[in-house]
Each structure stands twice: as structure tokens, then as C-alpha cells.
T-cell receptor
Framework: GAVVSQHPSRVICKSGTSVKIECRSL??????MFWYRQFPKQSLMLMAT?????????EQGVEKDKFLINHASLTLSTLTVTSAHPEDSSFYIC????????????FGPGTRLTVL | EDQVTQSPEALRLQEGESSSLNCSYT??????LFWYRQDPGKGPEFLFT???AGEEKEKERLKATLTKKESFLHITAPKPEDSATYLC?????????FGKGTRLHILP
């Protein structure tokens, strides 16, 4: 149980284009989903928290107009990196927390974004 | 300031050599402490949640314990497949803070 998928697993794009990453909870309903980015040999940096049907809450320093988050259903959240630049290249990971009330977050496998 | 510190940063053990990883925290309003395992290029895999001091949880060769100031992840007789980065995270009232992780390498 508690499986979270992400798509795509890898994406390479040109500078200035937009990229959408999907995060799905496959076997549970997720009231809250989280988006993180991780640099090599660094820990996870929380970017934003989203609750189904409401606007995402962004962490300080994260540009909400650049990283658009939509949490349209209890099983799907998307992160769109708009007008991507090479400095946006990173490993993006989503996680989901279920309805059962537990605090645990279950993570997706991550998406490696490379902006040329 | 709320802080989570993991030590050591890296640890190399021989197969079968037991050891412990440490996660110390100075926070207010702890609601839970989590341990995750992360393999290179993959998302973290949930291992344990601990809610209160004195609590212990076990899974195969791993045992997690919690005090009021720190948590330990004990690894008994590790195997090469236990090699990974182990992350701890503390859940506060309004946020979750991850440690930087311990990179564990088990030599055959």
C-alpha cells in the first residue's frame, strides 16, 4: 500500500520552455501533497504544500509564478516549471499524505529535470 | 531555531558489523519523527514513525528508538543491500524538517 508515482521520471528541455510533472497516489486518497527539490548529496528542500481543491502554500523563497502547483483531485497533483532555465535543473520529488490521519508522507520516485 | 542534525554524515561498515545512526533535534512542538531510506536517484522510502520518547520500532535488521532529544537507527548485522542514505525528519505543528542524511555503505 501507499504507492506514489511520478511522471515523467526524466525530462530534458530547452531553456524557456515549460515542463509539467505529475504526481499520483495510486492506492490511497491524498488530502495533502508536497513538492520537494533535491540537489546532489543534499537533503530535501520543501517547495510547497498543496491540499486538494485549494491553493498551494509555498515556502519562503520559492516563486509561485514559476512553480505552478495544481491539486485537482485526491489522487493527482501537478507541478509545472514555467520558462525553465538551467538553474532549475534538479531532482523533483513529490510526496502524499493520506486520509487516515497519519503524519507519514509517502514519496514518489522523483523526476530528474535537466534544462539545456 | 528548529534544527535536525544527523551523524555521522557517512559511515562505512563491513557486512555483519552492527552500528547506529543518530538524529538529534532541537525543536518545539514535535508531533512525530520519521526515518526514511533513500537510494541514489530515487525517492525516499518510508521506514518508521515514532511519536513519543521511549517508543521503539523494528523492521528486519533495523530498529528505531526515540528520546526527548534524539533518535537512533540501529542496524544489526547489515548486508550490502542496506547501503543507502538514511534520512530522518521531524514533524512539527506547522512544518516538517529533514536532516541531511547519513550515507551508509556496507562492504561485502
Amino acid at each position: 500500500g501507499a504507492v506514489v508515482s511520478q511522471h515523467p521520471s526524466r525530462v530534458i528541455c530547452k531553456s524557456g520552455t515549460s515542463v509539467k510533472i505529475e504526481c499520483r497516489s495510486l492506492d490511497f486518497q491524498a488530502t495533502t501533497m508536497f513538492w520537494y527539490r533535491q540537489f546532489p548529496k543534499q537533503s530535501l528542500m520543501l517547495m510547497a504544500t498543496s491540499n486538494e481543491g485549494s491553493k498551494a502554500t509555498y515556502e519562503q523563497g520559492v516563486e509561485k509564478d514559476k512553480f505552478l502547483i495544481n491539486h485537482a483531485s485526491l489522487t493527482l497533483s501537478t507541478l509545472t516549471v514555467t520558462s525553465a532555465h538551467p538553474e532549475d535543473s534538479s531532482f523533483y520529488i513529490c510526496s502524499a499524505r493520506g486520509l487516515a490521519g497519519g503524519l507519514e508522507q509517502f514519496f514518489g520516485p522523483g523526476t530528474r529535470l535537466t534544462v539545456l | 531555531e528548529d534544527q535536525v542534525t544527523q551523524s555521522p554524515e557517512a559511515l562505512r561498515l563491513q557486512e555483519g558489523e552492527s552500528s547506529s545512526l543518530n538524529c538529534s533535534y532541537t525543536v518545539s512542538g514535535l508531533r512525530g519523527l520519521f526515518w526514511y531510506r533513500q537510494d541514489p536517484g530515487k525517492g525516499p522510502e518510508f521506514l518508521f514513525t515514532l511519536y513519543s520518547a521511549g517508543e521503539e520500532k523494528e523492521k528486519e535488521r533495523l530498529k528505531a528508538t526515540l528520546t526527548k532529544k534524539e533518535s537512533f537507527l540501529h542496524i544489526t548485522a547489515p548486508k550490502p543491500e542496506d547501503s543507502a542514505t538514511y534520512l530522518c525528519a521531524v514533524h512539527l505543528d506547522d512544518k516538517i524538517i529533514f536532516g541531511k542524511g547519513t550515507r551508509l555503505h556496507i562492504l561485502p
